[in-house]
């Protein structure tokens, strides 16, 4: 049986982009909350960490508020 790969370095581009705006994970998550988004900071620290996958809305969302490129998620990988 396959083991399943935690995709450590999507997270670390997360956690890069996130800190490169002086957010915090809290304000971010406060931020996704008002766009509509039933996140909570478990959840986005797994997400930043590669354990936890990551819906297309909340990565469109995280766009925004980066104010970055989709690609700009997916450097190195």
Sequence with gaps: ????????????NIRM?????K?????????MQL???NI????YAKI???IANIK?????ALKKIFRVELDDFFKNI
């Design 23 to 31: 957010l915090t994970q809290g304000q971010v998550i406060t931020q």
């Design 56 to 60: 297309v809305s909340e990565l469109l």
């Design 48 to 50: 930043e960490s590669g």
């Design 1 to 12: 049986m396959q083991k399943i790969r935690h995709d450590t370095q999507f997270g670390a």
């Design 35 to 37: 766009m509509g988004h």
């Design 40 to 43: 909570f900071r478990e959840t």
């Design 17 to 21: 982009l996130r800190k490169s705006c």
